[in-house]
């Protein structure tokens, strides 16, 4: 039987100080902050897949792959040091540098996430004015300096036993807009107490990636600075968690629900949302077609509008199954709106319009479908597609 | 030397009758229609890739395989046939009787020919009516009766001396919503009395397609029911022209034209559009890839309210190449709005915001991007995503 987790109002774990400060990168919100272990902990990553990788995502995936381990992660919101060169990779060297000097540890101990719009340098007399403004506290105000039109701070904190000592998991995330990881201007973190073995902790981040934050859309825009990291100080005492150990499948589950409950707090936050859109496929040949599937439905700029508008306007979603490559029979497929049969065996079954329009009002709506060519299942979650979408957009940079 | 072509107001070419009426399917509007050839003519034809292909498009696609050779269209708009399945079939098969019966033709010559909401059957007894009420005659109201939330028609006339005789080239389309073709609700025809072998003008369309309408989008969705056709009744009395003919490369020149701005005029009235976007792409390794990065910048909603918003957001169009799987290096791309450059090697340059916003009111951007990596080039076009698309989506069908 596995041990039970529970939710709690958010914390950091043990041996986590942190600070965030107004650094003037932007008006008047918070814009910089760090996160400081104090000991070295097991890190694992998933980037995005963009050609144009910023320069602070570049340099902290460099950091994992070669040493596995973070001690601190500084961090802004209003710029994204991405299509900056030679310079934004300098000023990722000179925020370590002074993040490093300030703890008094080596400068590759030092992760950067920066998140905001692409192609401005850095403003780095501001940065340095910020870092050596921050202090190791208690306080949990980096959860919010993180966010750009992100209207909400998206946290998630578990407690669990593992090896017999109480473990803590904080999870914290933006996102917003060009939301559509392979691993967006999304940043995702889970920080723990717990001991987990890096290559235990890259697994599971490696693997859980592609049915949660990969399963996310807001507008179909790949960002520059995806970045999900996870940090495992190992504080807490435990016995080192290795993928035999027997608390691996607990530890997973956590991390599955974690980084579930983050990405779909982002889609639900997506820019000029108005609700929550799950859908999930069964009945596909591989999980990888269901996931698709599922994926191009929350990704349908017709299937989103029509979601805004309460419109239970099936054929969108009929058109979206059937232009991916998945295979399947069109004559047996099958959705449900809100548990409303629509469609059954490809063709359209007779429902009340204005009953399922009502329902559709809710603020998570769920679209099932059953393709019923297999045997796997897939889920994906997205926002829906709202005039504030447009107005955000129409007027971000000048 | 080619022989050049002229533009003139659109009418058709000679052996060609039409008419259209409105059958009531929809509340004010024409919405019943047909083209009617006085002999058999070549008939080419691309199709939907959508898995959920209506029953008028796969009927039509299978005549048109078989024999090359269609006499007559019917066409209506309101309804898509799409996802109806057996009566759907059955329905299409009556359409083609009661027209053929008219005509005193076999129905295998008659191509069918819809577009509007998926998933509801074809009210059967007003198509009956609307057909009888037809015409031969030689008004062009067709070209109004495809459109949904179209604004306007689009066509293109264009006549040329093939072969020594005056032959005129008549191109008509329909778009809107739902419009990524990979072969939209979108339909396009160009009809000539030129003659020209069957497998000629399969060949023409088939190239000409990947680089005109498979190359515009308005929103990402790809229809059930898109279809373009090319007849040629050979009436005008030339020499069949094959691909070996003199005069082929005048033929597939004007037929590039046509089908180029037929695509044109649908991207720029796509659902809400206030402006086309012309995205050129040079220096790919391939063709190929140039046409993709150009369709992913068109594609993006990103970039697509930003230029709602005139806004001269490079960083969304350099994030949306680094999305493709192209090959380049970032460190070599350069960008230009409107011959503004905004990015070279990759990086940003130096530009007056305003004067670049400015330039970004015109009722056509252009885009160009150079990646320096290959000598192809490839073209995309559509349109800017807006408060309006939101409106029509957010309560079409109810």
New interface residues.
């Given amino acids: 039987m596995m041990t039970e987790w529970e939710e709690q109002s958010f914390i950091w774990p043990k041996g986590y100080t942190s600070d965030a400060v107004h650094a003037k990168l932007r008006y008047s919100k918070l814009d910089v902050g760090w996160l400081v272990s104090e000991v070295p902990a097991a890190a694992a990553g998933v980037y995005t ?5 910023a320069a602070p995502t570049a340099i902290t995936k460099q950091l994992i792959q070669k040493k596995h381990t973070l001690q601190a992660l500084v961090m802004n919101s209003a710029f ?1 040091n ?4 030679e310079q934004g990779v300098k000023d990722v060297s000179q925020e370590q540098q002074w993040v490093a000097e300030k703890l008094a540890i080596t400068p590759d101990l030092v992760g950067v996430a920066s998140t905001g ?5 850095l403003p780095m007399a501001k940065m340095e004015k910020g870092i050596q403004a921050l202090k190791q506290t208690s306080n949990t105000l980096l959860t919010e300096a993180i966010l750009t039109t992100d209207t909400k701070t998206k946290t998630l904190c578990l407690t669990a036993t593992i090896g017999g000592k109480q473990c803590t998991f904080s999870g914290f995330a933006k996102g917003s ?2 939301i559509h990881p ?1 691993m967006a201007t999304m940043l995702g973190f889970v920080v723990t107490d717990c001991q987990i073995a890096p290559d235990c902790l890259q697994t599971m981040l490696s693997t859980l990636t592609d049915e949660t934050f990969n399963q996310i859309t807001v ?6 600075n995806d970045m999900v990291l996870l940090l495992a100080n190992g504080v807490a005492g435990n016995q080192e968690v290795t993928t035999e150990h027997e608390d691996y499948p607990l530890v997973k589950n956590l991390y599955h629900l974690l980084l579930t409950e983050l990405a779909k707090m982002i889609a639900r936050d997506g820019e000029g949302a108005t609700k929550l859109i799950e859908v999930t496929v069964d009945g596909a040949k591989t999980k990888k077609e269901a996931q698709a599937i599922a994926k191009a439905i929350v ?4 299937v989103k ?2 979601m ?9 979603i ?7 490559s998945a295979t ?1 029979d ?2 047996k497929v099958a959705v449900q709106l809100n548990e409303i049969t629509v ?1 059954a ?4 079954v007779a429902f009340s ?1 204005q009953a399922a ?1 009502k329902s559709l009002e809710q603020e998570i709506v769920f679209v099932h479908v059953d393709i019923n060519a297999g045997a796997h299942s897939g889920k994906a979650w997205g926002c829906d ?3 504030d ?10």
């Fill in positions: 897949t963009n050609q144009f990788c994204a991405a299509c900056t060169g719009l692409i192609g401005s340098y807009g060009m392979n507008d179909g825009d790949t960002s520059t990704g349908s700029n017709l509008a029509a805004f508008g309460n419109d239970p306007n099936w054929g969108r009929i058109s979206t199954i059937g232009a991916t399947f069109p004559n469609v065996d490809g063709q359209p319009e329009s597609l709202t005039y979408y447009v107005k955000i957009n129409a007027t971000y940079s000048t």
